[in-house]
């Protein structure tokens, strides 16, 4: 059994921030471990703080790992204590096997190819007519003037799906560089296009941009990384702190595991470095 504390605070944050600085360890050497959600309680009755568990040292595998090859043994008369000093170093190496296996692990999103590559199974949604009203006509005025200074020919296709929010479909070869590294420009485009429209009043719409289908497989793969990180935290019963997303990104990932039994999730860090946490839930109980 590794070692651990438990440790409460305000929150979850404050609380491992409170653990490492007790341990003098990085985020990076323990694993955290949920046990009571903090409470505000109604006008300050019932408040509760967060509590944690913090396991540190080494850890035990339960998984049987495989004996290092042995040496061919010298054809001599062997002392009996001689297999003992064999076995020591494959120890060792069982030990710097552990060692590398140590939690919380941070893991990267797989869909980084999958956002290069639809997926076989992938169909886009039908959107339906294109509309021409007013906000419509608004959206395709910005956007054509920006997007010719970017030097992009891209079609700009918009479609109302429900009152209120517009769907802006960008269409053409070679729109990566609208996307950008994890869809950070694609992101700037649309929070542009959505200022622009609204700044002259009028009832304010949202707009929701998209290029090559890239949310669309996105949302599918990030969902697909999420139950897979819940299967290995409901196998391993360690937490998984994943790598940092939007907000977006995080909803989709907390909405894929809200109903998922055995494990918990909630946001740590500040943005724009702020992390999901896929956390082990005992008895499938909901904090």
């Given at each position: 059994?590794?070692?651990?504390?438990?440790?409460?605070?305000?929150?979850?944050?404050?609380?491992?921030?409170?653990?490492?600085?007790?341990?003098?360890?990085?985020?990076?050497?323990?694993?955290?471990?949920?046990?009571?959600?903090?409470?505000?309680?109604?006008?300050?009755?019932?408040?509760?703080?967060?509590?944690?568990?913090?396991?540190?040292?080494?850890?035990?595998?339960?998984?049987?790992?495989?004996?290092?090859?042995?040496?061919?043994?010298?054809?001599?008369p062997v002392?009996?204590?001689?297999?003992?000093?064999?076995?020591?170093?494959?120890?060792?190496?069982?030990?710097?096997?552990?060692?590398?296996?140590?939690?919380?692990?941070?893991?990267?999103?797989e869909?980084?190819?999958?956002?290069?590559?639809?997926?076989?199974?992938?169909?886009?949604?039908?959107?339906?007519?294109?509309?021409?009203d007013?906000?419509?006509?608004a959206?395709?005025?910005?956007?054509?003037?920006l997007?010719?200074?970017?030097?992009s020919?891209?079609?700009?296709?918009?479609?109302?799906?429900?009152?209120?929010?517009?769907?802006?479909?960008?269409?053409?070869?070679?729109?990566?560089a609208?996307?950008?590294?994890?869809?950070?420009?694609?992101?700037?485009?649309?929070?542009?296009?959505?200022?622009?429209?609204?700044?002259?009043?009028?009832?304010?719409?949202?707009?929701?941009?998209?290029?090559?289908?890239?949310?669309?497989?996105?949302?599918?793969?990030?969902?697909?990384?999420?139950?897979?990180?819940?299967?290995?935290?409901?196998?391993?019963?360690?937490?998984?702190?994943?790598?940092?997303m939007?907000a977006?990104?995080?909803?989709?990932?907390?909405?894929?595991?809200?109903?998922?039994?055995?494990?918990?999730?909630?946001?740590?860090?500040?943005?724009?470095?702020?992390?999901?946490?896929v956390?082990?839930?005992?008895?499938?109980?909901?904090?």
């Amino acid at each position: 059994m590794r070692d651990y504390i438990d440790v409460t605070g305000k929150n979850e944050d404050e609380a491992i921030s409170k653990a490492l600085s007790q341990l003098g360890l990085d985020r990076d050497d323990v694993s955290v471990e949920v046990l009571e959600r903090a409470k505000s309680g109604f006008l300050g009755l019932g408040a509760c703080p967060a509590k944690i568990r913090v396991y540190y040292g080494p850890e035990e595998e339960e998984e049987i790992l495989s004996p290092a090859p042995q040496p061919p043994v010298p054809e001599k008369p062997v002392r009996p204590a001689a297999p003992e000093k064999r076995e020591r170093p494959e120890h060792k190496e069982r030990r710097k096997e552990q060692k590398k296996e140590r939690e919380p692990r941070r893991e990267e999103p797989e869909p980084r190819r999958e956002e290069r590559e639809e997926p076989a199974s992938f169909q886009p949604a039908p959107m339906g007519e294109e509309v021409d009203d007013e906000k419509a006509a608004a959206i395709k005025g910005f956007l054509s003037g920006l997007l010719e200074h970017m030097g992009s020919a891209a079609e700009i296709k918009v479609y109302l799906p429900e009152k209120g929010r517009y769907k802006v479909i960008l269409e053409g070869q070679g729109l990566g560089a609208l996307i950008g590294r994890r869809g950070e420009t694609l992101d700037a485009i649309q929070q542009l296009t959505s200022y622009a429209v609204n700044r002259d009043g009028g009832p304010r719409v949202r707009v929701h941009l998209d290029a090559e289908n890239y949310r669309a497989k996105r949302e599918q793969s990030l969902q697909h990384l999420a139950r897979k990180v819940a299967g290995k935290v409901i196998r391993f019963r360690r937490s998984v702190t994943l790598e940092p997303m939007n907000a977006y990104e995080r909803h989709v990932i907390h909405t894929a595991l809200q109903d998922f039994e055995g494990v918990t999730t909630y946001s740590t860090g500040m943005d724009p470095n702020r992390r999901v946490v896929v956390a082990y839930n005992r008895g499938g109980e909901r904090h």
